[in-house]
């Protein structure tokens, strides 16, 4: 038993739209001493951190953004003068800042943005680099002479990441962002006489796996060039880039569960000469500061992602924020890739009328792809039904439910290899048919969520495929892993697929790397899975970082829902390499692109 109790304070104040936690925080200011105003706005400060934002304006264009009633000059006034409330100047840290422009901010918030800006402001101070003039023949070298506008972009990165801390790279689906890693990190190798240490990593587990798997293909594509493959000399510092471990941020940063922390800080840190961050968007405003700290000073931080896409689901908008400042001071350490390399341009005529929140452009856009893109008017429970007894017609038409060969348990080694082969061989075969397509929901919860829309579509192939509905498991279900669990190797993100041998048998394939590099697939037994969903339908945030031969993108009937946003159906359509669908009423349409993500904060300022 301990001493510590909490008493509640009657006078605390609430408000309808905040959580527990809020709510918990407004009764430990009264606990401490604060006001019942300064109460308030606490509570309304962490309810502005779960949305996203970083801090909680009080004066400005953003006052009362999610809610809170504006505050009078006095009032606000009064907040600066409780002891529980600092300037930010000082070194000693209070619970809140309310800094002189009126952002009021958790304390945690605003450390992070500081130290963010502090090391972004020393990484671009001690970068020095190199006259693209002098490293046009390796640059002739890595792009086979071609210098078409096409690559012109991509060449100024592999140029410029030469003597620099801290690069970040951006561009839409399509533009070649990991083949020019692959570019960026060979010339970094071929300006440096001893070998380089490089460590690759992204947010989530699915994330690095597709990392690895394109800059394994980008080695490949290299080492076989057509007329113009990469000369001897360079085949050595090809194979030092990694392309075997898909370390997830965490994993990158040690990070330690049973005491929330990161092991990797600046008094021990990542001991290599390059780190790459793939699908940066993802990245938050702790795990971006938590990154900047466990980097060596002397080595090179890459940032890579697309900054039109969804933010981070925790507080801070890191990539888009550093995008911005980095573009307005016209600084070499960001580049931007815009031509696309797809086959499909309709697509991308439709991801960039997104992109720029252009109704009328995105309607043609559709009008123009033909068979490439589909949208349909998705507004009533009766209409999503509609289409789902489509998509499950056409899902069950994939050849995702071989049957596998039974185990010789009591077979000679080389039998019992050729039999794991074959198997392996025909769920990778099957898991690349399940990628084909996929159901991307705005939503996890609600009709038109991505759980209720996942059991509908498991209902309607079950009646298809004659297995009975009280199946939990049957050959062909799909499953998505929810959490991290580093005993099995799973991580959130990854996608499974249940399948049968002759007698039976069931297990749950995934893919991996196998130990000569290449991509291979492993079975589990269905007990030994971490928590996990069904993958037949996913939410848009979960889809990050992954592509499918054909994306359909479902939206709340409701324009007013507040998760619509320009961003989030971006990131859901850029999703398709072939073909997409765009299933959404006209008005969740309009309100979904005249929504862009806006997260309050002090970041950018901080960066200018």
């Known amino acids: 038993m301990n001493g510590y109790s909490f008493a509640h304070i009657a006078d605390a104040p609430a408000a309808d739209a905040w959580r527990p936690l809020d709510y918990a925080l407004a009764q430990w200011v009264r606990a401490h001493g604060g006001s019942a105003q300064l109460a308030s706005v606490a509570g309304w400060a962490s309810f502005a951190d779960g949305q996203g934002d970083t801090a909680l304006s009080l004066t400005g264009a953003d006052v009362g953004r999610h809610g809170m009633s504006p505050l009078t000059t006095d009032a606000v006034a009064a907040l600066r003068a409780e002891p529980l409330v600092g300037d930010g100047a000082s070194v000693k840290p209070t619970p809140f800042v309310l800094e002189a422009d009126g952002r009021f901010a958790l304390w945690r918030n605003h450390a992070h943005e500081l130290r963010i800006a502090e090391r972004v402001r020393a990484r671009l101070g001690a970068g020095r680099g190199v006259a693209a003039a002098t490293l046009a023949d390796d640059l002739d070298t890595l792009f086979q002479g071609e210098r078409s506008a096409a690559v012109q972009s991509q060449r100024d990165a592999v140029a410029g990441i030469v003597g620099r801390r801290l690069f970040v790279l951006t561009g839409g689906p399509g533009t070649g962002k990991t083949t020019t890693v692959l570019r960026m990190l060979l010339m970094l190798q071929r300006r440096r006489e001893q070998p380089l240490t490089i460590r690759t990593a992204a947010p989530t587990g699915k994330a690095a796996q597709r990392l690895l798997q394109s800059l394994r293909a980008g080695k490949q594509a290299m080492s076989a060039a057509g007329s113009a493959p990469l000369p001897q000399d360079w085949q050595p510092l090809l194979a030092r880039i990694p392309d075997t471990d898909a370390l997830t941020v965490h994993r990158l940063l040690g990070f330690d569960p049973r005491r929330n922390v990161f092991t990797r800080s600046a008094m021990n840190p990542i001991g290599v000469d390059v780190v790459v961050i793939d699908e940066a968007s993802m990245l938050d405003i702790g795990m971006l500061r938590a990154l900047l700290d466990a980097v060596r000073a002397d080595a090179t931080l890459i940032l890579v992602g697309d900054a039109d896409q969804l933010t981070s689901v925790a507080a801070g908008s890191v990539l888009m924020d550093l995008v911005a400042a980095l573009s307005r001071a016209q600084a070499p350490e960001r580049v931007r890739l815009e031509h696309s390399f797809r086959a499909t341009p309709r697509l991308e005529s439709i991801n960039a009328a997104v992109r720029d929140g252009d109704a009328t452009v995105l309607a043609a856009a559709f009008d123009a792809a033909g068979t490439a893109a589909r949208r349909v008017d998705v507004g009533t429970a009766a209409a999503l039904r509609r289409q789902l007894d489509r998509w499950a017609g056409e899902l069950a038409q994939l050849p995702i439910r071989p049957t596998l060969a039974v185990s010789a348990n009591n077979a000679d080694a080389d039998e019992r290899q050729r039999i794991g082969q074959k198997n392996m061989d025909a769920a990778l075969t099957a ?122 993108v479902l939206l709340p009937p409701d324009p007013a829902h507040r998760i619509l946003s320009r961003q989030l159906l971006y990131t859901g359509l850029s999703r398709a390499q072939s073909a997409s669908e765009l299933w959404a009423s006209a008005g969740s349409v309009a309100a979904a692109l005249a929504q862009p993500i806006r997260r309050a904060g002090g970041l950018a300022a901080r960066l200018t």
Not at 479 to 506: E, K
């Open 431 to 552: 898991l690349r048919a399940l990628a084909q397509r996929q159901l991307l929901c705005a939503l996890r919860e609600e009709a038109f969520g991505a759980l209720a829309v996942n059991q509908a579509t498991e209902q309607r192939l079950k009646r298809l495929w004659g297995v009975p509905q009280s199946d939990v498991w049957y050959p062909g279900r799909a499953v998505l892993i929810a959490r991290n669990d580093y005993v099995s190797g799973l991580f959130n993100g990854d996608v499974g697929l249940v399948l049968a041998d002759a007698d039976g048998s069931m297990r749950v394939w995934f893919e991996t790397s196998v130990a000569d590099g290449h991509i291979g697939a492993r079975g589990l037994p269905l007990y030994t899975l971490p928590p996990h969903d069904g993958a037949f339908a996913i939410t848009v945030h979960k889809s990050q970082g992954s592509e499918y031969a054909c994306a359909a």
